[in-house]
């Protein structure tokens, strides 16, 4: 539900009466501007994650505004997609709050191996040194390093992650640092950087290896100084914010490859932690598939459980793509079960397929249907479909599965509604009559 306000003090006075999980405000506004308006929301203590929105970019208006408590500060232009992107993890952050969860986001596993995780968390979270989370991917190190930041004494600023792998190689300078208005082509504002963005909090430096040589030697100098200079300018800025790396390769190996510069590594290898796969998290498995199973049954809308036979499924799979792989599996099971119970033969294939295909092949629904109504289970995916195509097939059977209601298979897809629609829109896909109902 969207709730619209013409100016600051017309939403202060809604918010008096009314409860909101996200506020997107404007900078430049009429009788009180975007910053006095943040600034009035933390002295209300008014629980809400607010993102900036203005074509007024500066970098003391950002600096600023992650200061007063804005949860994120986008500049026009923004697409829907940034926009969507944004208010999702303002969500989300605001659900682990509420659920009483400051302190660190969930980490479900009652194992040795958690265990003696969460201790390590619980020490290195006390002081301000640099953190190395090393793990295979699907691990979970940004949950690892967000807990980090919660029980730190920094939880009150913000928690910036930047993923370094999507970043290219003339942008992630501008991107780490900032720039100056003018220092290159394009350069038509002054922009905020992510380290400029983590004061008084902590930054996450995730799949650091894909930084190249040439940023490592400015990443190691603002390590040992403490301090950055945004691009364009000569003005050295302090940095007041909490270096956290992680990386699913062996640095080590990196560095005698040349890959990596060994001055680096030691700068960030100050206190390493290593994130266990989930093979050796024994019963592990089934906690959180039970806690993925509970998720997607609240947003798709049905009651789904695990058969026996396929927790022993879950406790005999070696799980190659980690957490993340079983949150998938779990997900796609609770859209495609064709009842109630999660039965072995469902997930068996899934489990059985290469590892770079296992994350994104689902079953059509045809055979889904097949495989419940037939005595065998052996119905598989034909060699050779692209993924592209697996993603068609895993939209439109949501949708089958919802009878067409836009709305709730974009929550069980976990996209957004524009998002979905523009994907139907590129399949030519023509909605049979009782898509009618589609939002």
């Known amino acids: 539900e969207v709730v619209a306000c013409a100016s600051a003090v017309d939403a202060l006075n809604r918010l008096a009466e009314e409860t909101v999980d996200v506020i997107i405000t404007d900078l430049q506004m009429p009788g009180m501007t975007g910053l006095e308006f943040i600034g009035e929301i933390g002295r209300r203590q008014i629980a809400a994650q607010v993102l900036m929105i203005t074509a007024h970019a500066s970098v003391t208006t950002a600096v600023e505004a992650m200061r007063l408590g804005a949860f994120d500060y986008l500049e026009k232009p923004f697409d829907a997609t940034q926009l969507e992107q944004s208010v999702a993890q303002a969500l989300d952050r605001g659900k682990l709050l509420s659920r009483g969860e400051a302190a660190g986001p969930a980490m479900i596993g009652n194992s040795p191996a958690m265990q003696q995780l969460r201790e390590q968390i619980a020490r290195v979270a006390l002081t301000d040194e640099t953190v190395l989370i090393c793990g295979e991917s699907g691990v979970g190190k940004e949950l690892i390093a967000q807990a980090i930041h919660a029980q730190s004494q920094r939880a009150s600023g913000p928690m910036v992650s930047v ?73 050295p800025l302090p940095l007041d914010a909490r270096i956290l790396a992680a990386t699913n390769r062996d640095l080590r190996e990196h560095v005698d490859a040349g890959q990596f510069r060994e001055d680096l590594y030691f700068r960030l290898a100050v206190l390493p932690l290593f994130a266990p796969p989930l093979r050796e998290r024994g019963e592990d498995v089934l906690l959180l598939a ?33 957490v993340r792989e079983l949150q998938n599996i779990i997900t796609r099971a609770c859209v495609l079960a064709p009842a109630e119970q999660i039965d072995a033969d469902l997930i068996r294939p899934w489990l059985a397929m290469p590892a770079s295909d296992r994350a994104s092949n689902p079953p059509a629904v045809s055979e889904v249907a097949d495989r419940d109504s037939s005595t065998t289970s052996e119905n598989t995916l034909p060699v050779g479909v692209s993924l592209a195509e697996m993603e068609r097939r895993m939209i439109v059977a949501t949708l089958e599965r919802f009878d067409g209601h836009r709305q709730r298979t974009a929550e069980a897809l976990g996209i957004g509604v524009r998002t979905l629609s523009g994907k139907l829109r590129s399949y030519g896909y023509a909605p049979r009559e009782s898509f009618v109902k589609a939002a």
């Open 290 to 322: 039970d806690h993925f199973l509970q998720q997607a049954a609240t947003r798709i809308g049905r009651r789904c459980e695990l058969t026996d036979a396929t927790r022993e499924l879950l406790l005999a799979h070696q799980w190659p793509g980690n």
């Open 163 to 235: 993923n370094c792998p999507v970043l290219s190689e003339q942008l992630t300078e501008s991107e780490l640092f900032g720039h100056k208005r003018g220092a290159f082509t394009g350069a038509d504002a002054d922009r905020v950087g992510r380290f400029e963005q983590s004061q008084g909090g902590s930054i996450l430096l995730d799949e650091i290896t894909e930084i190249g040589l040439h940023l490592q030697a400015k990443l190691l100098r603002v390590l040992q100084e403490r301090t950055f200079e945004r691009v364009g300018d000569n003005q």
